[in-house]
C-alpha cells in the first residue's frame, strides 16, 4: 500500500529550538520579549571577553573553584554576582538542608517520566525554575538523565527511563520548562553514571555503539534542543578515563555538540589539576578549596595548562552569569515576571502525580472504587499514613507538608468506616519520631535542641530543631567534632519497641540518664553517598508507655569528612519496628481487612533501599510487606496494592490481588493525588517508562557490582525491553504498559508527511487513528517503534522511535500525528549511518502490545536523503 512520502534526513539539528537564546550572529526566531533577552544576552557576551582581559590570573583561577559548597564566588570588580546551585532534581531543596526552610516535592523522575508528556515535564520545569526564583537559586542540579540500565540502580528513582528517546524527551521539556524562567538546568551525570556500586572510582565499559545510541543520546538532545546551560560531569569513569578528565567533554560534548554551557563537576569528582583542567572541565564543586584551588595557578605559571583554556573555563562561567542574570547590568531575564511560585498545594503538583501513576493491574474493574456505596474500608500499610515521597540523597528536599492517604481518604469517605492498620514496616532501620512526640527540654517548644561541641567539650553552637534526621552538607558549625541532641520524648502508643539512631562513626543514647545503646559504625568510604545521606541504624529494644515522657539524650562524635565534605554530617534519631512484632502486626491487619468491603494496601521502598549512594541488593520490598499483601488478599477479594517505590520492586503476589497501582515517588502530593485515583476522580495517566520485572533472577541485565574496578556493559545495545525482547522473555508488565478507566483502539497508521519547510527537521512523522472506545473520558499514549529484521548491523528487536499522549471523551476519534525523528532509524559506526531499505513501524500501548504496522523506507544520499515511505 502506497501511503505517502517523507523525507527521512540525516540531519537531526535542533540548533535554533525555541527556548534556547542564540549565539551571536544566529538568525533569531523568538518574540519582541525573547529577543530582548537575547540582545541583553549578546552584549552581556560581548563584554566578558572585556572583562576576562582584565582579570588577573589568580582572580580568574578562583573563580573556578565554587566558593561554598553550593555557591560560586562573586568579583565586584566585574559586577559579577553570587551564582547559587541546588539540588535538584525533584525540587529545590536551596543552600541548607532544614526543615525551617521548606520546599516543594515534585514526583520522582520515574513517575514524570511514566506521563510520557513533554508537556507535563515542561511544566514540572516551570514549577521548578518559579520555586528556585523565590530561593535565589540560579541553577537546579538536574534532571537526572543516566539510564535505568539495571533494576538494582540505587538512583533509578531519580533518572527517568530505560529507553534513551523517552529520556530525552522528558530531559527536554524539564530543561526547557526550566530554563524558560531565567534558571539554568544541569542535566547529569555526564556519562555512564548508571548505577551507584562504588560511583568514585567505577570504570564503566561501554562499546562505542551503546555508548552514543542510549547513553549519550539523551545527553546530546538536552544540549542540542533543550538548549541546556550547564552540564554535571560525573564521578565514575568510562573507558579508562575518569569523566571529570574525560576526551568526551571537549570532543563530543563542546566540539561535535557545541555545547556553549559550564561543565559543572559532581561534588567531588574533580581529583586532579592539569588533566582534568586540559579536558574541558570547568568548574569544580564543593568549595572553597578543591585540588584546582590548591594547584591550577601553578600549573598554569609552569605552562602545564594554557592561559586560553581558564579564560575560555571563565568566559563560559559569566556567559552562564549572564544567562540567569547575575552579570553587570544585565537585569535577570525573570525580573519583570509577576507569576510567583505555586503554593504548596498547587494542583499542578497532584496532576503531575496522578498523570505519572501507573494502573498495572485491574481485574473485574475492582478500580476506581465506588465512593458512594462503600461502608468501610480497609487502608493498610506504614506508607498509608507516612507515604514516601521521595528517595533518598541529594535528590532530598524538605516539604511543607505531605498529603497522607489515609488522610484524606478519611475525608474523602465521611461516611465509610476506615480500619487502619500498619502491617509491616517499610524500613529495616529506624523511622525517626515525629514532631508531635519530641521537645525541646530548653524552650518547651515541640522539636529537638542540637548543640555542637568542639574537642574540649565546650558549645560551639545550640539551636532548636523541629526535625528528628538532620543533615549538614558542608555547613556544620566549625571548630566542631562532637554534635549532641537532647529532647523529651512522649510516647504516643504503650508498645514494645526499639530506639536507637542512624549515623556513621560512634554514638551514645542516654535515657533519663542511663546509657540506653552505644554504637560504632565504621563511616562509609563513599563519602557523601549512602554513609552521609542514608546513613545505618542501631538501636536497642525498649518498653514505651504513652505519655510517660523521658529525656533522650544522643551524643555522636562525627567523622571529618576528608577533603570535599567537611562540615558533613546526617544523623537521625527514632524508633525501629523490632522483628518479633509481625505475627501480632499481621493479625491486626487481617482483622481490618477480613471486616471491610475493600481493602487498600499501601507497601513501598524506604530512604534505605532506594538511595543515592549505594544499589538495591535486592528488589524486595523491606519488612514483611510481601507476606502482609498474601494476608490481607487472603481474606479480601477487593485488595488494591498500592506500590509506593521509586523504581520496580517483586510483587510475587501479583496475581492473587485485585488492582495494582504503582504511584513511584509521588511528591507531596501523594494523597490526594492516590485518593483522586482510587475513587475514580481522576485517571491514573501513567505508562511504565521501564520494564517491571517478576524476578531479579529474571531480568536479562542486572549487574552493578564492579569487578577490579570494572563494570562491563557487555550486553552492548540490550538494555531494558531491548534485552528482554532479545532473550524472547515477557518481563511481568512490559515497558509501555498502564491501563486507565477506558478502553482504545488503534484503526489506522499512515506515514505522513508532518511538516514542510521550516528547514529545521529533516524528519518523519506518522499519523495514527485511534478511538476511545470506552464509557469514559481517558488517556493512552501511542507509541511508535521500529525494527528491521533484515538488517545488515545489530540491532534491537524493536526500538521506541516516537509516541504521542492523547486525551479523548468517551466514543470519539481523533488522528494524531506523532514524530519519528530521523535519528532514531539510524545507527553509530564511528558516524550516524542510515542503513538503506525498509523499517517496519510496529504501533501499540506498550512495546509487546502491537497493534498495527506500517513501514518506510529510508535511502540515503550525500545531502539530505529522501526516503520512500508507505505504511498501512
Ligand atoms: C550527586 C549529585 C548532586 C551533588 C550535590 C552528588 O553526590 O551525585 O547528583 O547534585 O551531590 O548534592
Not at 241 to 265: C, N, Q, Y
Not at 635 to 661: C, F, H, K, M, Y
Not at 724 to 730: K, S, T
Not at 735 to 750: A, E, M, P, Q, R
Request: glycine share 10%; proline share 7%.
Amino acid at each position: 500500500m502506497h501511503a505517502s512520502r517523507f523525507r527521512l534526513g540525516v540531519r537531526f539539528w535542533y540548533a535554533l529550538s525555541v527556548g534556547r537564546l542564540p549565539r551571536i550572529g544566529a538568525p533569531v526566531h523568538h518574540s519582541p520579549r525573547d529577543t530582548a533577552r537575547a540582545l541583553e544576552y549578546a552584549d552581556a557576551v560581548a563584554e566578558v571577553d572585556t572583562m576576562i582581559a582584565g582579570l588577573p590570573l589568580p582572580a580568574k583561577v578562583r573563580l573556578l573553584t565554587a566558593a561554598t559548597t553550593w555557591r560560586v564566588h562573586e568579583d565586584p570588580t566585574i559586577g559579577l554576582g553570587p551564582i547559587v546551585v541546588s539540588d535538584g532534581p525533584a525540587g529545590v531543596r536551596g543552600e541548607v538542608w532544614d526543615e525551617r526552610e521548606p520546599s516543594l516535592s515534585l514526583p520522582s523522575g520515574t513517575c514524570l517520566a511514566s506521563t510520557w508528556d513533554e508537556h507535563a515535564a515542561r511544566r514540572y520545569g516551570e514549577i521548578l525554575a518559579a520555586e528556585a526564583r523565590q530561593r535565589g537559586v540560579h541553577v537546579v542540579l538536574g534532571p537526572t538523565i543516566n539510564l535505568h540500565r539495571s533494576p538494582l540502580g540505587g538512583r533509578s528513582f531519580e533518572a527517568f527511563s530505560e529507553d534513551p528517546l523517552l529520556t530525552a524527551r522528558m530531559g527536554v521539556g524539564y530543561v526547557q520548562g526550566l530554563q524558560s524562567g531565567g534558571v539554568a538546568a544541569s542535566p547529569k551525570h555526564f556519562v555512564g553514571n548508571d548505577s551507584e556500586t562504588e560511583r568514585f572510582t567505577v570504570d564503566a565499559r561501554i562499546d562505542e555503539r551503546a555508548l552514543r545510541e542510549l547513553y549519550l543520546a539523551p545527553f546530546e538532545t538536552v544540549v542540542k534542543e533543550g538548549g541546556a546551560w550547564t552540564i554535571m560531569s560525573a564521578y565514575n569513569g568510562v573507558n579508562g578515563a575518569t569523566m571529570t578528565e574525560h576526551p568526551m567533554l571537549r570532543s563530543v560534548l563542546k566540539e561535535e555538540w557545541d555545547f556553549d554551557g559550564l561543565v559543572i563537576s559532581d561534588w567531588g569528582a574533580v581529583r586532579s589539576v592539569v588533566a582534568s583542567a586540559t579536558a574541558a572541565q570547568d568548574i569544580v564543586f564543593p568549595g572553597p578549596t578543591s585540588p584546582w584551588s590548591e594547584g591550577l595557578q601553578q600549573a598554569v605559571e609552569s605552562g602545564a595548562v594554557a592561559e586560553a583554556d581558564i579564560d575560555e573555563k571563565v568566559r563560559r562561567l559569566l556567559v552562564l552569569a549572564a544567562r540567569v542574570g547575575v552579570l553587570g547590568s544585565h537585569p535577570a531575564p525573570w525580573a519583570d515576571q509577576s507569576e510567583s511560585a505555586p503554593g504548596p498545594e498547587d494542583r499542578d503538583l497532584r496532576d503531575l502525580a496522578i498523570a505519572g501513576m501507573v494502573l498495572l493491574r485491574n481485574e473485574h474493574h475492582t478500580l476506581p472504587l465506588d465512593g458512594g456505596n462503600i461502608g468501610s474500608l480497609a487502608v493498610i500499610g506504614a506508607s498509608a499514613d507516612a507515604p514516601r515521597i521521595q528517595g533518598g540523597g541529594s535528590a532530598t528536599v524538605m516539604p511543607h507538608r505531605v498529603s497522607s492517604p489515609l488522610a484524606v481518604l478519611r475525608s474523602r469517605l465521611p461516611n465509610a468506616r476506615i480500619h487502619d492498620s500498619i502491617g509491616s514496616p517499610v524500613t529495616d532501620g529506624i523511622v525517626p519520631f515525629a514532631l508531635r512526640v519530641v521537645t525541646d527540654p530548653e524552650t518547651g517548644l515541640a522539636g529537638v535542641r542540637v548543640r555542637f561541641l568542639d574537642e574540649r567539650g565546650a558549645v560551639v553552637h545550640s539551636e532548636r530543631r523541629e526535625s528528628c534526621h538532620l543533615v549538614w552538607l558542608g555547613n556544620a558549625p566549625a571548630g566542631a567534632g562532637v554534635v549532641e541532641i537532647d529532647t523529651i520524648f512522649t510516647p504516643d502508643s504503650t508498645c514494645r519497641t526499639e530506639l536507637g539512631f542512624a549515623v556513621e562513626g560512634e554514638a551514645w543514647l542516654w535515657l533519663d540518664g542511663a546509657l540506653h545503646h552505644h554504637a560504632a559504625m565504621v563511616p562509609d568510604p563513599e563519602g557523601l553517598g549512602a554513609g552521609l545521606l542514608s546513613p545505618r541504624s542501631s538501636s536497642a529494644p525498649i518498653e514505651l508507655a504513652k505519655g510517660v515522657p523521658m529525656r533522650l539524650r544522643l551524643r555522636y562524635r562525627y567523622p571529618s569528612g576528608g577533603e570535599f565534605f567537611s562540615g558533613s554530617l546526617s544523623v537521625g534519631l527514632g524508633t525501629r519496628t523490632p522483628a518479633d512484632a509481625r505475627d501480632r502486626m499481621l493479625a491486626d491487619a487481617v482483622r481490618a481487612a477480613a471486616s471491610s468491603d475493600a481493602a487498600i494496601v499501601v507497601v513501598g521502598t524506604s530512604e534505605q533501599v532506594e538511595s543515592e549512594g549505594r544499589d538495591r541488593a535486592d528488589l524486595r520490598l523491606p519488612g514483611w510487606q510481601d507476606d502482609l499483601v498474601e494476608a490481607v488478599a487472603a481474606v479480601n477479594q477487593r485488595t488494591v496494592v498500592v506500590v509506593n517505590s521509586g523504581a520496580p520492586v517483586e510483587l510475587p503476589w501479583a496475581d492473587r490481588v485485585g488492582a495494582i497501582i504503582a504511584t513511584w515517588f509521588p511528591g507531596q502530593a501523594a494523597g490526594d493525588a492516590l485518593a483522586d485515583v482510587l475513587l475514580g476522580d481522576s485517571e491514573p495517566g501513567g505508562r511504565l517508562p521501564v520494564s517491571w520485572p517478576a524476578a531479579l533472577a529474571s531480568v536479562p541485565v542486572h549487574q552493578v557490582t564492579p569487578r577490579d574496578g570494572v563494570l562491563d556493559y557487555a550486553e552492548g545495545l540490550h538494555i531494558g525491553y531491548r534485552a528482554w525482547l532479545q532473550r524472547g522473555i515477557r518481563p511481568l508488565y512490559t515497558f509501555g504498559h498502564g491501563l486507565g478507566y477506558t478502553d482504545w483502539s488503534i484503526d489506522t497508521v499512515t506515514v505522513a508527511d508532518p511538516r514542510s519547510g521550516d528547514g529545521l527537521h529533516d524528519d518523519g512523522a506518522c499519523a495514527v487513528t485511534v478511538t476511545n472506545t470506552g464509557a469514559r473520558r481517558g488517556s493512552t499514549v501511542v507509541q511508535v517503534y521500529a525494527s528491521r529484521p533484515d538488517s545488515g548491523v545489530e540491532r534491537p528487536r524493536r526500538w521506541l522511535v516516537g509516541f504521542r499522549r492523547v486525551t479523548l471523551d468517551p466514543g470519539a476519534q481523533a488522528r494524531i500525528v506523532i514524530d519519528l525523528p530521523a535519528r532514531q532509524f539510524a545507527h553509530w559506526d564511528g558516524q550516524w549511518t542510515w542503513e538503506s531499505g525498509t523499517f517496519d513501524l510496529e504501533v501499540g500501548f506498550s512495546v509487546m502490545d502491537v497493534r498495527r504496522t506500517a513501514s518506510v523506507s529510508c535511502a540515503p544520499d550525500d545531502e539530505c536523503p529522501a526516503a520512500e515511505t508507505y505504511g498501512g
